[in-house]
């Protein structure tokens, strides 16, 4: 059974930082591009960050650049997540596409692209 939970979420205070873990099982993050997501409420679900693990290539929302970091280790995928905002406020999944679709297909319309889904992790951004 494929599964990828992920782990990390909380309570945080702004200017804070947490780290997401995306822990894969009966299946590999290999030759993929990995991406974060999250949904606020009442607001459409974003794309955060996408990595490639055929070469290492990353992709930040122009939202969250300089602030999150993407990384991948073996089937675990990571999202570091520095100066934390109150916009910031969302359930955080994780997704894997097998075969490397593009970064764009992925953020902007991964239901057309083959993946697996995480259930997502709340992250709370308050003072």
């Known amino acids: 059974e494929v599964r990828l939970v992920e782990s990390g979420g909380g309570l945080v205070q702004i200017g804070g930082s947490l780290r997401l873990s995306c822990t894969a099982s009966?299946?590999?993050?290999?030759?993929?591009?990995v991406a974060w997501f999250r949904q606020a409420p009442g607001k459409d679900r974003e794309g955060v960050a996408c990595v490639s693990t055929n070469d290492g290539s990353t992709y930040y929302a122009d939202s969250v650049k300089g602030r999150f970091t993407i990384s991948a280790d073996k089937n675990i995928v990571y999202l570091q997540m520095n100066n934390l905002k109150p916009e910031d406020t969302a359930v955080y999944s994780c997704?894997?596409?097998?075969?490397?679709?593009?970064?764009?297909?992925?953020?902007?319309?991964?239901?057309?692209?083959?993946?697996?889904w995480g259930q997502g992790t709340q992250v709370t951004v308050s003072a």
């Open positions: 009966g299946v590999t993050f290999d030759h993929s591009t």
């Open positions: 997704a894997s596409f097998p075969g490397g679709p593009t970064f764009a297909l992925v953020m902007n319309h991964p239901s057309y692209a083959s993946g697996y």
